[in-house]
């Protein structure tokens, strides 16, 4: 078997699924549904990956630890919280609590390693570093995760920015083509769901774009005023096109629900007020009734119930749900770990 995998992308870094054109991601759901069958051995043998985590993480963390060894090479995992000390503003006088710039950190782990990958969220981790002081504008630049790509001399892998969380896309892409063989024309709804804090856009966008890049007929569901990024959403709605699939949005729950073949369940939290979260949760606490139950998976036609995980049982989806043949969160989790040895035995 050989041990490359044949496939060359047109970027470098793997920032955002839509980066890359239609077809790459294509190629990148093939490779992995293969390594999954068994069918190709690619070799990363004597290759380093530096993992580093700003953010906690269960799959992120395993799955490309595991990734690496399984292709026989190793991933370093670099656990940066509590310890965000690095440097990222230019020109900054560092006698404050920094210790290093990223213009050294980045370039020294290039010497050492063959690709970086970095988790960075600053909703969840709030902290010096997030230079965003609350402003989405700030927030969406992705500060930390592009100075990396700028001064590092190798690959870099977003494993979940403030913007977009492409591994969790490409794995889902997977896990929808695994299900359903042909996604293109089916339908699929990502709903927000209520959960007790104001968790990041990063997974949603991911996930939407992932439906939108398979030609599948995509509703957002979700309660007035938690829009997403309009600039993405309108992106996403033209890969969308592109791949000869559609994008609506939806307020009801119920409504959106109809004639669903994957149902993607997912809370984040409402933009226009980002960083302003007290004011938000006011809000928020009106739509617990945002939980995907039997009851309304009803409205599917025998859809099938997808969440990133974490999920918080009983809030986001009901046990009725969770603890039936509908959710495919298992398998799905499983195929983060075929995407991203697609994706590293393609980048690096
Ligand atoms: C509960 C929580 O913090 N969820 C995180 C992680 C999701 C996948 N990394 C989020 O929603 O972004
Ligand atoms: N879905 C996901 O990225 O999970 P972790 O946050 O545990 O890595």
Sequence with gaps: MADATGLQLSQRHFMNTADLPQQEIQALIDLALSLKHGEVKPSLAGKTLATLFFNPSVRTRVSFAT??????????????????????????????????????????LSRYCDGLAIRCSELVTKSAASASAGSWQNARQDLVLNSFARYATVPVINMESNVYHPCQ????????????????????????????????????????????DLGMNVTLAYPEGWDLDPEIVKMASQRAKQSGGSLQIEHDMD??????????????????????????????????????????????????????????????????????????????????????????????
């Design 169 to 212: 896309g490409l794995g889902d892409a997977v896990t929808i083509k695994e299900q359903l063989g042909q996604p293109q024309g089916k339908k699929y709804v990502l709903t927000w769901a209520y959960h007790p804090k104001a968790l990041p856009m990063a997974t949603p966008n991911s996930q939407m774009l992932a439906a939108c």
């Design 67 to 108: 990734a690496m060894f399984k292709l026989g090479g190793q991933a370093l995992d670099l656990s940066m919280e509590g310890a965000w000390s690095f440097e990222f503003g230019d020109g900054v006088v560092m006698d404050g609590a920094t210790i290093e710039h990223v213009k050294e950190v980045a370039p020294v």
């Design 255 to 348: 409504t959106a629900l109809e004639g669903a073949h994957i149902v993607c369940a997912k809370s984040w939290g409402a933009l226009q007020y980002y960083g302003n979260w007290e004011a938000e949760k006011a809000l928020r606490v009106q739509h617990k009734d945002w939980m995907v139950t039997q009851a309304k998976m009803q409205h599917t036609d025998n859809g099938r119930l997808m969440h990133c995980l974490p999920v918080r049982r009983n809030v986001e989806v009901g046990d009725d749900v969770l603890d039936s043949p509908t959710s495919i969160v298992i398998d799905e989790a499983e195929n983060r770990l075929w995407a991203q040895m697609a994706l590293l035995a393609t980048l690096l």
